[in-house]
Nanobody
């Protein structure tokens, strides 16, 4: 059974940093694009970042560009999201997702496996 398990969320002050991890129990992890999405309180789920199967290509939402970095370690079947200079508006549940193909995407319909999410709360 395919599973994605996020970890690393928590409470942090504005300006602080967190590193999210997503552990995948799937053999095709290394041949699939991956993405991070988030859903803030009272908001719809939104794209955060995506990465291609080997990590050569990445993309980011404008709201996190320059502050967040997506990366992956295929040997460890793990996806990461380094979040720096956090703002209160980054408060959300963060989800990792496995893409249907080799590339990541900002389109959530291009993903078919989702984790359960990890809460990130940024205090002012």
């Amino acid at each position: 059974q395919v599973q994605l398990v996020e970890s690393g969320g928590g409470l942090v002050q504005a300006g602080g940093s967190l590193r999210l991890s997503c552990a995948a129990s799937i053999r095709s992890f290394g041949s699939s694009g991956m993405g991070w999405f988030r859903q803030g309180p009272g908001k719809e789920r939104e794209f955060v970042a995506a990465i291609s199967w080997r990590g050569a290509r990445t993309s980011y939402a404008d709201s996190v560009k320059g502050r967040f970095t997506i990366s992956r370690d295929n040997a460890k079947n793990t996806l990461y999201l380094q979040m720096n200079s956090l703002k209160p508006e980054d408060t959300a549940v963060y989800y990792c997702a496995l893409a249907k193909g080799l590339s990541g995407s900002s389109d959530s319909t291009m993903y078919d496996v989702w984790g359960q999410g990890t809460q990130v709360t940024v205090s002012a």
